[in-house]
C-alpha cells in the first residue's frame, strides 16, 4: 500500500516549488528508488532515515543565525541587571552585533554566549520564552518574522519524504530546545525528531515536584563530526538521505553516504542575491568552502537556490500564531 | 477518527494477559480520558509520550541484567589476549560473576566495565555482535534466550498505547545500542525512541569512508536523575505516561507526575517467585526499596506481577531471529 502511494505521490511531481532540473530530479528519482517495492533498491520504511541542517538549509540564517538574535535579547536584558556585561568580552560584542569580535570566538564559542544566556530557567520556562520570542522577532534585514523564513521547498520537500514513508530528523547546530518551540507547527517534525546543541541541565525538586534547569554550560556542540555522534546517540541509523548547507555539514553528509545502497547527499548554495542573499566562503561562522570545493570527490549534489526553486520563502509565512 | 479508534480499542479490552483488577483499570480510565475527543483531560497525540524502563520492566533482569552476561563474554575475550583481566578488579569480579565485589562497584560501576568492553568496534560492527549474541545468548536459570523473556502484558500494553496514537519510548539504564539492536522487531519501538547509557564515540575515516567508533569512557549514565535529563535531550516534552520498576525509575516517575493534566506513573513489583521472581530490596545493583515506601506518597501505582499479570512471558518466546 505504501509502495502504491509513493507511486502515486512519485507520478503526481509534488515538488512544485522546485525547477525542473538536476536536483529535483536527483530527489524524485532516489525518493523512487528506495520506496518502489518492486525497486532493486527498495529499502523498508525504518531505513529511510534523512537528516536536515536547519540554519540555512530550512530558513534563512543571514544576517546572522537566529540564534543570535534570540540570545542578544535575553543578554539586553541581562545586562541590564549587570551593567558590566557590556563592557566585558565576548558579551560586549554580542550586544553590540560586533562581527569581528563574534568571528574571532568561532561558532562554538558564539553558541555558547547564546546558550548561556537561558541558563536558570526551567525547560518548561524556556519552551514558553522560546514561543513569545519566534511570535513576533523579526529579521532586521527582511522585514518578516524569522519563523516565516522557512523556505518553501524544502516544506514541500520534507512532505514529500514523508508522504513516502521517511522518517525526517533535524541535525543542526543550534539550541535543540529553540528549535523544538516551532518544529512541530512549522516544519511538522516532531520534538523528539530535533536534534540540535544542548546546555547542561540540573533536576531540581520544588514542594514535591521534579523540574529540570537549564545551566550556563555547553553539553554538546552539534556541529561538524559531532552531527555524527549525535545522530548516532539519537538516531541509531545510518541515515540515507541528508541536506546541509556548511562546512558544518560535510562530516553528516559524508557519514551518510558511506553506507551502503541508495544514498543522497545534497548542499543548499545559497547564490540568490536578489531573492535571498548570495554567500559562501566568506559567512561569518558558518561558511560553505571546504563542502564547495570537495562535494564532486564526496558525490555530494548541489542545489542552487538561484536556478533549482521556483520560489524560496512560503508566501503567506509560517503556521506559527503571532 | 483516532477517538473512534480509540473508543473501539478501549471497549474490546485489549490487555488480555492483564488480570481484572486496579491495575488494569488504572491504564483503561487513564487512555481512555486522555484519548477521547469528548474527555475534558483529552491531549492532542503529540502531547501522549510513554516512556518504559527496559531491565525488570519489560524484560526479566535475573539475576543480573542481560548487560552483564552480554559484557562478560566479550570481557571473557578479552581476557584470553591478555590474561591480566582475571586478576584485575572489576574485571575479575565480572569474569568470576563475584555478586559481592560487583555490588561495591554500584550500579555505574557495574555498567562502565560492560560498557568498556566494546570499545573499539564500529556502529555497524557493534550492531551485528549484538544481534548475532542476542541470537543464541540464553539466561542461565531459565534456560531459554534472554530476548524471549519479554513479558507478554507489557507487549499488550505498548500495543494498546500505540493503537491510542502514544509516541512510547524505552528509557534504560542499559546500553542504548544493546536494546536498538532487538527493539524494533521485539517491542516495535524505533531504534530513535530507545534512550539508555551510551559511551563516548570517535569519527574516524578510513578509505574515504566515516564511521563512528566506540570509546570505553562511559558518555551518560542513563539512572535516577539523568533519566530525566536524557528524557528531555531525546524527547523534548515531559512523558505522561512512565512505568518502572525499581528506585532508578524514580525520578523519572515523578517528573512525569510533577507535570499538570492527567498523569500515571507505575512500577512493576517482581512478587511472583513462582512464574519468575520475587525480590526488591536486596537486588544486586538496582533495588526496589524507596520508591516502594513512598508509591503512595508520590501517587505511583504498584503492579503486582503475581496478581495483575494472568501471563509473564511470551508463551512461544519473541518475534526475534534464531
Known sequence: ???????????????????????????????GRVSRQDSPDFLPPEER????????????EQPLQVQFFFGREQLGKLAQADPSLKERQPYKAFLEHD???????????????????????????????????????????KDRRFVDLVYQPQLELLDFLRQNDFRVFIVSGGGIDLIR?????????????VVGSSVKTRTEIQAGKIDLLKLAELQSFDDRE?????????????????FGNSDGDLAMLRYTLSGSGPRLGLLLHHDD?????????????????????????????LVSMKNDWRTVFCPDGAVFPK
Open 226 to 242: 559531532v552531527k555524527v555522534q549525535n545522530i548516532a546517540l539519537h538516531i541509531g541509523r545510518r541515515p540515507v538521505f541528508a
Open 99 to 141: 562581527l569581528g569580535v563574534i568571528k574571532q570566538q568561532g561558532k562554538q564559542g558564539f553558541f555558547e554566549v547564546a546558550a548561556a544566556t537561558h541558563a536558570g530557567m526551567t525547560e518548561d520556562e524556556f519552551h514558553s520564552h522560546a514561543r513569545e520570542w519566534l511570535a513576533r522577532a523579526k529579521n532586521p534585514l
Open 1 to 31: 500500500m505504501a509502495s502504491a502511494d509513493s507511486q502515486e505521490n512519485y507520478m503526481q511531481s509534488p515538488l512544485s516549488s522546485w525547477s525542473d532540473g538536476p536536483a529535483k530530479a536527483a530527489i524524485l528519482a532516489f525518493v
Open 49 to 60: 532515515i534523512a537528516t536536515f541542517d536547519n540554519d540555512g538549509t530550512l530558513w534563512c
Open 273 to 301: 542575491a536578489e531573492r535571498e542573499f548570495a554567500y559562501d566562503r566568506e559567512f561569518v561562522v558558518s561558511p560553505l568552502a571546504e563542502a564547495l570545493d570537495r562535494s564532486e570527490e564526496f558525490g555530494i549534489g
Open 181 to 193: 518551540a516551532f518544529s512541530e507547527e512549522v516544519y511538522g517534525v516532531p520534538r523528539s525528531q
